[in-house]
């Protein structure tokens, strides 16, 4: 017997949010689906601008945004190991 469960997408992102890490899931135009995280910088005019930890700034049109909600803080990145010299 398998059983099938819909996922329920939800968006808990607003506009008071601006300032705060948030993962976004977007529908593109080929119907896949993209995940955006970073800073909500803006949002405005109907188009939310996120920050990514690499510094691109991308822009997410609200009405293909599925699901949304804030996330903590991103962890510092680990630095490499250095082999001891010797």
């Given at each position: 017997m398998s059983y099938r469960f819909a996922a329920r997408l939800v968006v808990t992102v607003t506009p008071s949010d601006v300032g705060q890490?948030?993962?976004l899931r977007r529908r593109l135009t080929t119907g896949e689906y993209s995940d955006v995280v970073g800073i909500l910088e803006s949002w405005s005019d109907g188009i939310l601008q996120v920050r990514r930890r690499t510094g691109e700034l991308i822009e997410v049109p609200e009405n293909i945004v599925v699901a949304g909600?804030?996330?903590p803080p991103a962890p510092p990145r680990r630095r490499?190991?250095?082999e001891p010299s010797g």
């Open positions: 890490r948030v993962s909600k804030v996330v490499p190991r250095t």
